[in-house]
């Protein structure tokens, strides 16, 4: 997503390298990830990684099937492949969101505040494309994606009414970065 003010990729570091940074710091959107919890989604990301190489994928813990889907879609728009490197479900992004949501070792008031606000940002977007396209965010096209991503990717530059999508979408690309940088 390009910013606002121009119509041109920033010269300087790219949007990876931006990201890298991020995702360096254990912070989630205000929450610390302590050094035991982010160790442990490693091992869980890792345990993913080994049961998709042998194709022995599990269900996702915390999220429901349409739910994953769109976590998976909207992953990958904020670290999409490159010619470098894969895409955020490829680095199984999803799976430490996942473990991240259901963590056992997280304080329950925290892990239920970040439980909802991730669902209640995953049905906003959901609601938000219904009322534009008809659709799920899932079974929109990529323009259709990008249009709605971009109208909240900025939260100093959107509208009121889409102040609690930029929320969400601000506190989802923070978990994507931490993800895709620790795994």
């Given at each position: 997503m390009?910013?606002?003010?121009?119509?041109?990729?920033?010269?300087?570091?790219?949007?990876?390298?931006?990201?890298?940074?991020?995702?360096?710091?254990?912070?989630?959107a205000g929450l610390a990830l302590s050094p035991a919890r982010v160790q442990a989604a490693q091992e869980h990301v890792h345990k993913a990684a080994a049961k998709t190489a042998t194709g022995t994928t599990g269900a996702p813990k915390f999220f429901t099937a349409a739910e994953w889907a769109t976590v998976r879609a909207l992953a990958d728009a904020v670290i999409p492949a490159d010619e470098r490197s894969g895409s955020a479900t490829d680095a199984l992004v999803p799976e430490f969101i996942d473990f991240i949501l259901d963590d056992p070792l997280a304080e329950a008031r925290e892990k239920?505040?970040?439980?909802?606000?991730?669902?209640?940002?995953?049905?906003?977007?959901?609601?938000?494309?219904?009322?534009?396209?008809?659709?799920?965010?899932?079974?929109?096209?990529?323009?259709?994606?990008?249009?709605?991503?971009?109208?909240i990717a900025?939260?100093?530059?959107?509208?009121?009414?889409?102040?609690?999508?930029?929320?969400?979408f601000?506190?989802?690309?923070?978990?994507?970065?931490?993800?895709?940088?620790?795994?």
């Open positions: 390009r910013h606002p003010e121009t119509d041109a990729a920033r010269p300087g570091i790219g949007r990876r390298e931006a990201l890298r940074r991020v995702g360096a710091v254990p912070l989630v239920e505040s970040l439980q909802t606000r991730v669902r209640g940002g995953l049905a906003w977007l959901d609601r938000e494309c219904r009322a534009r396209f008809s659709k799920a965010f899932v079974e929109c096209a990529a323009g259709e994606r990008t249009a709605v991503l971009d109208d900025w939260p100093e530059k959107a509208r009121p009414e889409m102040g609690p999508g930029a929320a969400f601000t506190l989802f690309r923070d978990l994507v970065a931490s993800g895709f940088w620790s795994s």
